[in-house]
C-alpha cells in the first residue's frame, strides 16, 4: 500500500511517499510559515497562503502518484499561533484535507520512532520554530523536552548574527532543564542536521543513503556555523545541496544544534534522514 505524510513545518512544507514500510522518496517546498511568528504571534497572511497552496499540490500529487491514504500534520508554528486555527481553516478549503496539529510531546515521539523505532537512544529534532530533545532507556522515555526555539525564531530574532545568536540561544537553553546524554546514542533529524551532514560530504544533490548514519561531533558542528555565519548568502548554496530559501537560517541552526550538543554534554550525533515522516507514519499506522 502506497501511503503519503505530509508535514507542515515552520521551515518548509514535505512530502514524504512510502510504501510497505519503504521511503520511495521525500520532496520539499520551502514556504517559512513561521516567518515573523516571534514578533506577532501570528502566521503571515503570505505566509499561510503559499503553505497552504504547497499542501494542496503535494495531495494531488499524492492522488496522481496511487497513494491510498494520506496525512498531513502540522508543528510548532501553527499550534503555537494566534491564527493557527485559520491556517487550517484555509488549507481544508483549498483542498479537503484534515491536519493534525500535533503536540510538542507527540512531535518528539514521532521524531523518536522515525529515527531509532523502538530502540533505547535519543534525538535532537532542531525544527523553524521549535527544538525537541528526547531520550529512552530501558524501553522508557528518561527525558522530553520541547522549546519553542528553532532556526526560524532564531533568524527573526537575531539575524546571522554571532553574538545575538548566541544571547538568543542562551537565554532559552535553561528552558531544558538539567540533564546529561553523555552515554546515550544520539541522533540529529531535520534539515539542519541533514544539511551538515550533506556539507560534510560535499554533496551538490542532496543523497538520503549517504546522509543516513552520518556523525557529527560538536566541534566539526561549531565550525561549521561559525563558516555559515561568516558566509555570504548568496555563496552558501554552492557549498554543498542547500535550499536556497535554507541558506540564511542554516548558520544559526548549526549553533543552536551545537550548544545544545554541549548543555546535554553530548560529544558525537548521527544523523538520520528517517524522520517525523516514517515516525508519524508508524503511530498511526500501529506499525511498531
Given at each position: 500500500?502506497?501511503?503519503?505524510?505530509?508535514?507542515?513545518?515552520?521551515?518548509?512544507?514535505?512530502?514524504?511517499?512510502?510504501?510497505?514500510?519503504?521511503?520511495?522518496?521525500?520532496?520539499?517546498?520551502?514556504?517559512?510559515?513561521?516567518?515573523?511568528?516571534?514578533f506577532?504571534?501570528?502566521?503571515k497572511?503570505?505566509?499561510?497562503?503559499?503553505?497552504?497552496?504547497?499542501?494542496?499540490?503535494?495531495?494531488?500529487?499524492?492522488?496522481?502518484?496511487?497513494?491510498?491514504?494520506?496525512?498531513?500534520?502540522?508543528?510548532?508554528?501553527?499550534?503555537s499561533?494566534?491564527?493557527?486555527?485559520?491556517?487550517?481553516?484555509?488549507?481544508?478549503?483549498?483542498?479537503?484535507?484534515?491536519?493534525?496539529?500535533?503536540?510538542?510531546?507527540?512531535?518528539?515521539?514521532?521524531?523518536?520512532?522515525?529515527?531509532?523505532?523502538?530502540?533505547?537512544?535519543?534525538?535532537?529534532?532542531?525544527?523553524?520554530?521549535?527544538?525537541?530533545?528526547?531520550?529512552r532507556r530501558?524501553?522508557?522515555?528518561?527525558?522530553?523536552?520541547?522549546?519553542?526555539?528553532?532556526?526560524?525564531?532564531?533568524?527573526?530574532?537575531?539575524?546571522?548574527?554571532?553574538?545575538?545568536?548566541?544571547?538568543?540561544?542562551?537565554?532559552?537553553?535553561?528552558?531544558?532543564?538539567?540533564?546529561?546524554?553523555?552515554?546515550?546514542?544520539?541522533w540529529g533529524?531535520?534539515?539542519?542536521?541533514?544539511?551538515?551532514?550533506?556539507?560534510?560530504?560535499?554533496?551538490?544533490?542532496?543523497?538520503?543513503?549517504v546522509?543516513?548514519?552520518?556523525?557529527?561531533?560538536?566541534?566539526?558542528?561549531?565550525?561549521?556555523?561559525?563558516?555559515?555565519?561568516?558566509?555570504?548568502?548568496?555563496?552558501?548554496?554552492?557549498?554543498?545541496?542547500?535550499d536556497?530559501?535554507?541558506?540564511?537560517?542554516?548558520?544559526?541552526?548549526?549553533?543552536?544544534?551545537?550548544?545544545?550538543?554541549?548543555?546535554?554534554?553530548?560529544?558525537?550525533?548521527?544523523?538520520?534522514?528517517?524522520?517525523?515522516?516514517?515516525?508519524?507514519?508508524?503511530?498511526?499506522?500501529?506499525?511498531?
Amino acid at each position: 500500500m502506497k501511503i503519503a505524510v505530509i508535514d507542515v513545518g515552520s521551515n518548509s512544507v514535505r512530502l514524504g511517499m512510502i510504501a510497505d514500510g519503504k521511503t520511495l522518496y521525500k520532496s520539499i517546498k520551502t514556504t517559512r510559515l513561521g516567518e515573523g511568528l516571534s514578533f506577532s504571534g501570528a502566521i503571515k497572511r503570505e505566509a499561510m497562503e503559499r503553505s497552504a497552496q504547497a499542501v494542496a499540490f503535494f495531495v494531488e500529487r499524492a492522488k496522481s502518484e496511487g497513494a491510498e491514504k494520506t496525512y498531513v500534520f502540522a508543528t510548532a508554528a501553527v499550534r503555537s499561533a494566534i491564527n493557527g486555527g485559520d491556517f487550517v481553516s484555509l488549507t481544508r478549503g483549498l483542498c479537503g484535507v484534515k491536519i493534525d496539529v500535533i503536540s510538542g510531546e507527540k512531535e518528539a515521539q514521532i521524531g523518536m520512532l522515525g529515527a531509532l523505532g523502538l530502540s533505547d537512544g535519543g534525538m535532537i529534532d532542531l525544527g523553524g520554530a521549535s527544538t525537541e530533545v528526547t531520550v529512552r532507556r530501558r524501553g522508557e522515555t528518561a527525558y522530553a523536552k520541547s522549546v519553542n526555539i528553532g532556526a526560524v525564531r532564531l533568524y527573526d530574532l537575531a539575524g546571522r548574527d554571532y553574538a545575538t545568536l548566541e544571547k538568543v540561544i542562551a537565554d532559552k537553553l535553561p528552558e531544558y532543564g538539567v540533564f546529561s546524554a553523555k552515554l546515550d546514542d544520539m541522533w540529529g533529524v531535520s534539515g539542519t542536521a541533514t544539511t551538515l551532514a550533506a556539507l560534510k560530504h560535499g554533496l551538490k544533490e542532496y543523497a538520503p543513503q549517504v546522509v543516513q548514519g552520518t556523525p557529527l561531533t560538536v566541534s566539526e558542528i561549531e565550525n561549521c556555523a561559525l563558516t555559515l555565519l561568516n558566509t555570504p548568502v548568496e555563496k552558501i548554496c554552492e557549498l554543498c545541496a542547500v535550499d536556497a530559501r535554507r541558506a540564511d537560517i542554516i548558520g544559526g541552526g548549526a549553533l543552536l544544534l551545537a550548544r545544545l550538543m554541549q548543555k546535554f554534554e553530548i560529544e558525537k550525533i548521527r544523523v538520520s534522514d528517517r524522520d517525523n515522516l516514517e515516525g508519524y507514519l508508524m503511530l498511526k499506522e500501529g506499525a511498531l
